[in-house]
């Protein structure tokens, strides 16, 4: 059973007590609180009026609402910056959380913050794009929210006028494909792209693989009857996903613009962006809980459509792997810690049995459920699992997703004047199943793992909306965020060193 927080609040004529600053003294106060931040880790009171932190010391005023934390953990709300919430998809495959259910499993799991993606159609405008999901989460969404853009179709007018619009309005990362037909970009156009960011500024964050070795493999696959989930690992090999990565790079090296480099998987990979790094380049990269916990093991047998459930690209890798994705974890490599969260459901039409059939590998719908685990998997295995500190998973979950894409410092650290977005946590052991998550899929792929965290109540803005044992937030919630350009530091070339914000 979840461990209650000692909870009091005094009646001083308003609803909630959270809301207004009074003569009283703070709308709230947690008290006795480790408050963790990237740099730095300290025992202290943490007060909050008007959904902002106004004071942190010890002995603080009296609140009208007051949290005993004692003792436990207090870090910032999470920041997932690549997540796909009711993203348009070709029927009948539907994406299974809209942005009421997909913010309300964040919220659960302490993620106050999100970034999804707007998908410019084919021939259509980026704008049109951005209109149509507004219109998806308006009144929806129960966390505070922005947009990352996909550019399938780089024309001169969004090039030229568009874009550097769209940056100056506030959107200011974009995403490109290497790979899936639908969405990749020629080199050319990767360039063309890049040329914009560096002129206007902005993050480009490129998904890198190989398409056509892709597409090779897949039609030898094929042809040789090797048609189940597993063999969607052998037609994405690592040599795939390095060779997309190392032509990402020398594409950012050529127009001289930052890149971040989104969900790397493998060693390969790994090492082609310390050598950038080493170059002195500044080429920023991203993982997710499926490259640490996951193997392509968990893509089942040649007989089996169970592993269906991991489809997601690139694939879960071997042990190795994992442990150079644990490796950049730990020594700088990675800046962003995100989910990747991109929910199908295993059973019915619309997920990954289209039209109720089990299909070829290639026609499973790519991606995973993870929102609402994100953080407590990486504070379970990394910080109570000794490989990270407590500061590091700070700054991979909340501080340099909120630099990377603009939203520092009102999001992303405990900082007098930042967004109140907190999460209390409370360290357990428990085994994880989807009845305990809140996100609308019907299943998770970490079901059965042994969790030793989970948020004991998240905060947006000094408003209550996980009480640890009941979503405590209401659709709506949510407040669009404009963002600003990047503001991280150039990575360190150091294999080991630590990073250079630190």
Not at 66 to 79: C, F, K, L, Q
Not at 164 to 173: D, E, F, H, N, Q
Not at 417 to 429: F, K, P, T
Request: proline share 6%.
């Amino acid at each position: 059973m979840p461990i209650r927080l000692r909870f009091r609040c005094q009646d001083k004529g308003g609803s909630d007590g959270l809301t207004h600053m009074t003569k009283q003294g703070f709308d709230l106060v947690l008290r006795d609180a480790v408050l963790a931040t990237a740099g730095d880790t300290c025992r202290a009171d943490l007060a909050i009026s008007d959904g902002r932190i106004v004071q942190i010391g010890r002995g603080l005023a009296p609140g009208l609402c007051e949290i005993d934390v004692a003792g436990r953990v207090v870090t910032p709300g999470g920041v997932d910056a690549h997540c796909h919430l009711d993203q348009p998809m070709a029927p009948p495959v539907k994406l299974a959380d809209d942005f009421f259910t997909g913010t309300r499993s964040a919220a659960c799991g302490g993620t106050t913050t999100v970034i999804p993606f707007a998908a410019q159609r084919k021939g259509g405008t980026v704008q049109a794009a951005i209109d149509d999901y507004h219109q998806r989460a308006e009144g929806r969404a129960c966390v505070d929210y922005a947009f990352h853009l996909i550019l399938t179709d780089p024309a001169p007018a969004v090039l030229n006028e568009e874009l550097p619009r769209l940056i100056k309005a506030g959107y200011t990362s974009f995403k490109l494909y290497m790979t899936y037909d639908a969405l990749k970009l020629s080199d050319g156009q990767i360039l063309d792209v890049l040329d914009v960011a560096r002129t206007h500024g902005g993050m480009a964050m490129i998904h890198a693989e190989n398409s056509d070795c892709i597409a090779w493999l897949t039609r030898r696959l094929e042809a040789a009857g090797r048609t189940a989930p597993r063999f969607h690992a052998e037609s994405r090999p690592t040599l795939v996903e390095r060779e997309g990565a190392h032509r990402a790079i020398a594409l950012s090296e050529l127009i001289d613009v930052p890149i971040l480099l989104v969900h790397i998987s493998g060693g390969e990979a790994v090492q082609q962006i310390r050598e950038a790094r080493a170059k002195g380049l500044n080429i920023y990269a991203e993982t997710c809980p499926q490259y640490i916990l996951l193997t392509a093991k968990d893509l089942g047998t040649d007989d089996s459509y169970f592993g269906a459930r991991c489809v997601c690209s690139p694939p879960p890798r071997d042990a190795s792997s994992q442990e150079e994705i644990w490796q950049g974890l730990a020594d700088g490599l990675f800046t962003v810690f995100s989910s990747d969260h991109s929910p199908f459901n295993l059973t019915g039409e619309d997920g990954k049995t289209p039209g109720g059939k089990e299909v070829a590998f290639r026609h499973i719908p790519n991606g995973i459920p993870g929102i609402e685990t994100r953080m407590p998997l990486l504070y379970s295995e990394g910080v109570l699992g000794g490989r990270i500190s407590l500061n590091r998973f700070v700054e991979l979950t909340a501080t340099q997703p909120a630099r990377a894409y603009g939203l520092y410092p009102q999001k992303g650290t405990l900082a007098i004047g930042s967004d109140a977005d907190l999460v209390i946590w409370e360290e357990r052991d428990f085994t994880l199943g989807n009845e305990h998550l809140h996100h609308a899929v019907d299943y998770t792929p970490y079901a059965g793992m042994q969790l030793r965290a989970w948020p004991a109540m998240t905060l947006l803005r000094g408003q209550i909306v996980w009480d640890g044992a009941n979503f405590a937030g209401s659709p709506g919630q949510g407040k669009f965020l404009p963002r600003g350009l990047p503001s991280l530091a150039p990575p360190s070339a150091r294999k080991g060193a630590q990073p250079a914000w630190r």
